[in-house]
C-alpha cells in the first residue's frame, strides 16, 4: 500500500521516502491542489515538471462535480484527468464546515446544502470513503469534525469525540469496499484546536486505531500564527516516527519552514495557485502583487533569483499586462511560478535536513524572504 | 524584408514559401490571433509546437493595452511576448469599425471612443504605421476604410477612394519611421464590398502604389457565404502572382478551403480559439458542443483521428467537466486542439497542391466534415 522509510534528521526535522502504488514521494513534500480534477491553469505534465510528486483531490468538490460514480465509470481520477502519480483525497470534512451550509449533525454524519445547486447532500464516514474508493486516490482521508476557532473547550471535546468515532468507522469502511485503483491507504485526522492537552488525547486515539499516516487538521481556521505554531510544534513531536505526518491545509511559505522544523512531512494549501491567479507571486525577496503600477514598465524577471519558465521567459511588465487584460496566459504563468516557488522551496528544505543545516537554510530564507 | 516564392500550383492554389527577417512561412498559412500579446490560453512555446509559422497582432487592441510606446521600450512585441517567428500586425481599421465607436471619419483619419475607457483616440494611417513600427511586426498592413455589408455603390466608391489614399500615404510613412526590429514589410488592402468591378478597381490602385503583399479585406463582415465566396474567386487570380495574397479574417474550415481553391495564400480568424473558449469544438466530422449532455460518460477522445495531445489524452468527459465548472485547463486543451486542427487542415492543403491532388482532397475533407 504505501510504505515509509526516514532518510534523515536534523533537529526535529525529517528527510523521509514514502513508496506508493502510483510512484515514489520524497518527503517533506508540497502537494498542490487539484480541487476539480486539475491543477487550476496547468496540465499534468507541466505539474510533473515542475517536480510535485503528489497531488490533492477534494473529494466533496469532486462528489459535485462530475460525480464520483462517473469518475469510476471513466477508470478512476487518475485515468480521469491524466495524472499518473500519486494522488491524497481529503474526506469533505473541511468543505462541510467551510463551504457548504450545515443542515443536520448527529453521530451518524451530516447532511449539508450543495454550494453549487443548494441540493442535499448526505455526507458519513462510510460515504466519504465510498467516495475516495470510486476516484481511487492512493491515500484517503477520514471524516472529521472541524471547528472553527476559537472554540469553547467542550465544543473541541465534543469534536474529537466524534471524529475519533468518525475515524474508527472510516477504518472499517476502508477494510470493505475497495478503490478502482487498487488498495488505498488511510490517513487519520487530529483534531482539538488549541488545546495541547485536547490534541495529545486525539493523537492517541488515533494511533490506537491505527492508520497509515497521520494529520493534523483544524488549523488555519481563524487562530493567530502562534497559537497554529505552538500546536504544531507541541504534537507534531509526539506523533508516530514511523509514519508521515501531514499538516493540512498550511500555508504560507513561513508556515512551510516552520512545519518541517517542527517534524512534518506533508503540506498542502491552495494558496500558490490561487494567489497566483489573483496576481500575488511569492518571490525570493517577500509577496509582490504583479498589478502595481510599478511594475508597468519593469524589463526584470519576477523574480531574479528563480530558475522557472515564467523567470525565464517574461518580464514583470509583461507578467502586468496579461493580469490587467485578464488573459489566461497570465494565470498559468503566475501560477506555474508560485507552484515553483513552493515546491523548490520545499525541495532545498530537504537537501538542508539531510546536510544536517536545516536552521540555517531556514535563517537565510526568511532573511532574505522578509527584506 | 520578406521573399515569396511559388512552388507549386493545382489550378489556381498555390504553395508557396514567404521569407522574412523572423523566420519562414509556409503558404498556405493559418495565423493564429493574438490579439494582445498572446495567442489566448497559450504559451509561445505551445503556438511554436503547434506549427504555427506566424501569428497575428491586433494594432488597435496594443495601443490600447499595454500601449505600443510601452512594448517598443520593452524591446518590440517579439520580445514582450516571447516569440520569436513572424508576426503580422493589422492596421486597427477594422476594429475602428466594429468594436470601437467611431465619433469623426474625414480624409485625414478617424477619431474613436476607446472600447476600454472611452477615451478619444485619433488614428490616421501615419499613426497607425507608427504604432506598428513600434510593435515591430514582421508584416505591417494600411489602415482601409472596412464598410458593413449591405452598402450602396456609392458608399463602397467613396471606401475604395479614400483606402486608396490611406493605402498611399501609408506606405510613405512606413518609408520613414523605421520598425524597433529593422525593415518592415507592408501589405495594401483590396476593399469594394461585394460588387467585382470595385473590387478591380480597388486592387488596380493598391497595385499602382505596390505592396509587398495584398489583402482581401471587408469580407465576413455581413454578406452570405456565397457573396464572399464570388468575391475572393473573382478577384484572388486577378491578384500579382508573385506576391503573397491574403484573405483577411477568414474563416471556418469551409472558408478556407474555398479561400484556398481560390489561390490565397494567408488567412487568420479568431473562430478556432474563441469559439474553444465557448466549448464549440472543430473534428473532422464537424463542429460539436462540448457542453452537451451526450458526451458527459463519453470516455472517446473529441476526434479519435486527431493527433493532438488534447485528443490524445482526455476523454470528452473529461472536457466536458472543465468546461462546465469553468476551468482554466478546459480552455487551453480546447484551444489547442482546435488550432491543431485548423494548422493541420491548411497543411494537408499544401501538400495536396504539391501532389496535384486539391480538389480531391477538398471534396473528400468536406463529405466527411459535412457528415
Redesign the interface.
Known amino acids: 500500500m504505501i510504505q515509509f522509510e526516514l532518510e534523515a534528521k536534523d533537529h526535529n526535522s525529517r528527510a523521509g521516502i514514502l513508496k506508493t502504488q502510483h510512484g515514489t514521494i520524497h518527503t517533506p513534500v508540497f502537494m498542490p491542489v487539484g480541487t476539480?480534477?486539475?491543477v487550476?491553469?496547468?496540465?499534468p505534465e507541466e505539474v510533473h515538471e515542475l517536480g510535485a510528486e503528489i497531488i490533492l483531490g477534494n473529494t466533496y468538490h469532486l462528489h459535485l462535480?462530475?460525480g464520483d460514480e462517473?469518475v469510476r465509470?471513466?477508470?478512476g481520477l487518475h485515468h480521469?484527468?491524466?495524472w499518473d502519480g500519486p494522488i491524497l483525497t481529503d474526506s469533505g470534512g473541511f468543505q462541510i464546515f467551510s463551504l457548504a451550509k450545515l443542515l443536520k449533525l448527529d453521530q451518524s454524519g451530516v447532511v449539508i446544502r450543495s454550494h453549487i445547486d443548494g441540493s442535499k447532500i448526505t455526507l458519513t464516514p462510510e460515504i466519504s470513503i465510498a467516495i475516495q474508493q470510486n476516484l481511487g486516490s492512493t491515500i484517503m482521508m477520514c471524516l472529521d469534525q472541524c471547528l472553527e476557532l476559537p472554540a469553547t473547550r467542550q465544543e473541541i471535546e465534543r469534536s474529537i469525540a466524534l471524529t475519533t468515532k468518525w475515524a474508527q468507522r472510516s477504518k472499517d469502511a476502508s477494510s470493505q469496499g475497495s478503490g478502482v485503483s487498487g488498495k488505498q491507504a488511510l490517513f487519520g485526522i487530529v483534531q482539538g484546536g488549541g488545546e495541547l492537552n485536547l490534541r495529545e488525547q486525539s493523537l492517541e486515539q488515533m494511533v490506537n486505531i491505527g492508520f497509515d499516516g497521520y494529520a493534523i487538521g483544524g488549523l488555519s481556521v481563524g487562530e493567530t500564527k502562534e497559537e497554529m505554531y505552538s500546536v504544531v510544534h507541541h504534537i507534531a513531536v509526539k506523533m508516530p516516527v514511523q509514519k508521515p505526518r501531514y499538516l493540512m491545509g498550511v500555508g504560507d511559505p513561513e508556515d512551510l519552514l516552520e512545519g518541517i522544523e517542527a517534524g512534518i512531512d506533508m503540506f498542502d494549501c491552495v494558496m500558490p495557485t490561487r494567489n497566483a491567479r489573483n496576481g500575488s507571486l511569492f518571490t525570493s525577496h517577500g509577496k509582490i502583487s504583479i498589478k502595481q503600477n510599478q511594475y508597468?514598465?519593469d524589463?526584470d524577471p519576477l523574480d531574479p533569483d528563480c530558475a522557472c519558465s515564467t523567470c525565464k521567459?517574461?518580464?514583470r511588465?509583461?507578467l502586468?499586462?496579461?493580469f490587467?487584460?485578464n488573459?489566461?496566459?497570465g494565470?498559468?504563468?503566475n501560477t506555474y511560478h508560485n507552484l515553483f516557488f513552493y515546491i523548490s522551496l520545499v525541495k532545498q528544505a530537504r537537501n538542508a535536513i539531510k546536510e544536517k543545516c536545516f536552521p540555517n537554510f531556514k535563517k537565510t530564507f526568511l532573511l532574505k524572504y522578509r527584506s
Do not use: V, W
Open positions: 476539480l480534477g486539475t487550476k491553469a496547468l496540465t462535480r462530475p462517473l465509470k471513466l477508470g480521469f484527468m491524466n508597468k514598465e524589463p521567459n517574461y518580464s511588465a509583461y502586468r499586462h496579461l490587467k487584460t488573459e489566461i496566459l494565470m498559468r504563468l
